[in-house]
């Protein structure tokens, strides 16, 4: 459902050298690694980051860290299969959303950062966070954000729905906005912003961040979405549609025809021709727009026989300002570490996903999430299309409901 951001997408020359956070473990009491060895997955575009913190810590403790390349897309089922036989590593890279299936299958550890959790974005050690437990080290996050045309609707950031329509329409575009729905298929990612506007979650969360499976779109909030998703539809205003898929999305803001759309980061190369700007999604329902986050980072595995050197390894090596530096610089996403995401946000495009972001939700891990999504899509292309808004969205959340029970 999510697009990831290409590389370069943010690219950007630091400006500004920062003193990289010390260990936060007293040279005196980490773990001595003298003829221990280290295994950690990664995929070609962190490795090379990667490096330089493994060779701090080699020199330091003694231990040695092999780096084994591999394709991003194999990581997580490569994963589950070895580190039961024993073969997996200490340690791999990956994506947030593979956690419940991590915690499912017992591969993956617990870690403890410390101190050192209030130096990364409060939602990226949320989305790192099942049943209360903190599974990973995050170093980046993804979001969308509302992305406007400067020359027809100038900077400023509309507040709700109704004041970006209206400025849209003010401009003379041939449409206010324009919004991706995969056509046909329905793409509930990125209309989530307008949906969660209305207090109405995919899945409730529970005080630590964690997500319920207790399924949060249903009743009077979802209802009230849904009647808005219909009533801006092809029975309505029509500036839903689902006529719009991704590559007609992109051209139809490119070409100025609309000045709004919903996008991420990785779209923004599909822009050439238009001054642009990013804001936080403005509210349709009254409640903040929360997009979902996606964040990357690094899983301990549950089997390692090396696991305090390897929390060694996470917490103090690459959990430091310098080593998340080298990852921004060698995948450029929105960085996870707080002060390094408020330096890039010197680029007011960044800014603007980093602003949105804040505001976001880690898109669910849970296993569950799975049974979600075409029945959530389906539903929202037949509201969009003319069915009765209420009686299609509450048909839904029961199917929902039902396929997640147990």
Same mark, same amino acid.
């Given at each position: 459902?999510?697009?990831?951001?290409?590389?370069?997408?943010?690219?950007?020359?630091?400006?500004?050298?920062?003193?990289?956070?010390?260990?936060?473990?007293?040279?005196?009491?980490?773990?001595?690694?003298?003829?221990?060895?280290?295994?950690?997955?990664? #995929?070609?575009?962190?490795?090379?980051?990667?490096?330089? +913190? +493994?060779?701090?810590?080699?020199?330091?403790?003694?231990?040695?860290?092999?780096?084994?390349?591999?394709? $991003?897309?194999?990581?997580?089922?490569?994963?589950?299969?070895?580190?039961?036989?024993?073969?997996?590593?200490?340690?791999?890279?990956?994506?947030?959303?593979?956690?419940?299936?991590?915690?499912?299958?017992?591969?993956?550890?617990?870690?403890?950062?410390?101190?050192?959790?209030?130096?990364?974005?409060?939602?990226?050690?949320?989305?790192?966070?099942?049943?209360?437990?903190?599974?990973?080290?995050?170093?980046?996050?993804?979001?969308?954000?509302?992305?406007?045309?400067?020359?027809?609707?100038?900077?400023?950031?509309?507040?709700?729905? @109704?004041?970006?329509?209206?400025?849209?329409?003010?401009?003379?575009?041939?449409?206010?906005?324009?919004?991706?729905?995969?056509?046909?298929?329905?793409?509930?990612?990125?209309?989530?912003?307008?949906?969660?506007? $209305?207090?109405?979650?995919?899945?409730?969360? @529970?005080?630590?961040?964690?997500?319920?499976?207790?399924?949060?779109?249903?009743?009077?909030?979802?209802?009230?979405?849904?009647?808005?998703?219909?009533?801006?539809?092809?029975?309505?205003?029509?500036?839903?549609?689902?006529?719009? #898929?991704?590559? =007609?999305?992109?051209?139809? $803001?490119?070409?100025?025809?609309?000045?709004?759309?919903?996008?991420?980061?990785?779209?923004?190369?599909?822009?050439?021709?238009?001054?642009?700007?990013?804001?936080?999604?403005?509210?349709?329902?009254?409640?903040?727009?929360?997009? $979902?986050?996606?964040?990357?980072?690094?899983?301990?595995?549950?089997?390692?026989?090396?696991?305090?050197?390897?929390?060694?390894?996470?917490?103090?090596?690459?959990?430091?300002?310098?080593?998340?530096?080298?990852?921004?610089?060698?995948?450029?996403?929105?960085?996870?570490?707080?002060?390094?995401?408020?330096?890039?946000?010197?680029?007011?495009? =960044?800014?603007?996903?980093?602003?949105?972001?804040?505001?976001?939700?880690?898109?669910?891990?849970?296993?569950?999430?799975?049974?979600?999504?075409?029945?959530?899509?389906?539903?929202?292309?037949?509201?969009?299309?003319?069915?009765?808004?209420?009686?299609?969205?509450?048909?839904?959340? +029961?199917?929902?409901?039902?396929?997640?029970?147990?």
């Amino acid at each position: 459902m999510r697009k990831h951001i290409a590389v370069g997408a943010f690219a950007l020359t630091a400006a500004v050298v920062l003193t990289g956070c010390g260990s936060s473990t007293p040279e005196s009491e980490a773990p001595s690694g003298d003829g221990a060895e280290l295994v950690i997955w990664t #995929d070609a575009e962190r490795e090379e980051a990667i490096t330089a +913190a +493994a060779e701090a810590f080699e020199e330091e403790t003694g231990a040695t860290v092999k780096l084994v390349q591999k394709n $991003f897309e194999d990581l997580r089922d490569d994963f589950i299969a070895q580190v039961p036989t024993g073969e997996g590593p200490d340690i791999t890279v990956g994506a947030h959303d593979w956690l419940g299936a991590l915690v499912a299958a017992g591969v993956v550890d617990t870690i403890d950062l410390g101190d050192k959790a209030s130096e990364f974005e409060p939602v990226s050690i949320e989305a790192m966070t099942y049943d209360s437990q903190l599974y990973a080290l995050p170093y980046s996050l993804e979001s969308i954000a509302l992305v406007q045309n400067v020359d027809l609707v100038g900077e400023e950031a509309p507040a709700t729905w @109704d004041e970006m329509i209206q400025k849209g329409i003010e401009s003379g575009a041939e449409r206010p906005f324009v919004i991706n729905t995969e056509g046909e298929t329905g793409d509930g990612y990125t209309m989530y912003p307008f949906q969660t506007s $209305f207090g109405a979650p995919v899945f409730v969360q @529970d005080e630590s961040g964690s997500y319920t499976s207790e399924v949060g779109m249903g009743g009077a909030n979802g209802e009230a979405f849904a009647t808005w998703l219909g009533a801006n539809g092809a029975n309505g205003t029509g500036y839903i549609s689902t006529t719009v #898929d991704y590559d =007609i999305n992109n051209e139809l $803001f490119n070409s100025g025809k609309a000045p709004y759309t919903i996008q991420g980061p990785w779209a923004i190369s599909a822009y050439p021709d238009v001054n642009v700007v990013v804001n936080p999604i403005p509210s349709a329902g009254g409640e903040t727009a929360a997009p $979902f986050v996606g964040v990357q980072g690094f899983y301990l595995s549950s089997q390692s026989e090396n696991a305090l050197l390897a929390q060694e390894f996470l917490v103090n090596y690459l959990g430091t300002e310098d080593a998340q530096r080298a990852l921004y610089e060698a995948d450029p996403r929105i960085p996870a570490w707080t002060a390094l995401a408020e330096e890039v946000s010197s680029d007011p495009i =960044i800014a603007g996903f980093v602003a949105s972001s804040q505001n976001g939700v880690p898109m669910p891990s849970i296993p569950e999430m799975g049974s979600v999504w075409d029945l959530w899509n389906a539903a929202q292309v037949q509201i969009i299309n003319g069915a009765d808004p209420v009686s299609t969205w509450n048909t839904m959340v +029961a199917d929902v409901e039902a396929a997640t029970a147990g």
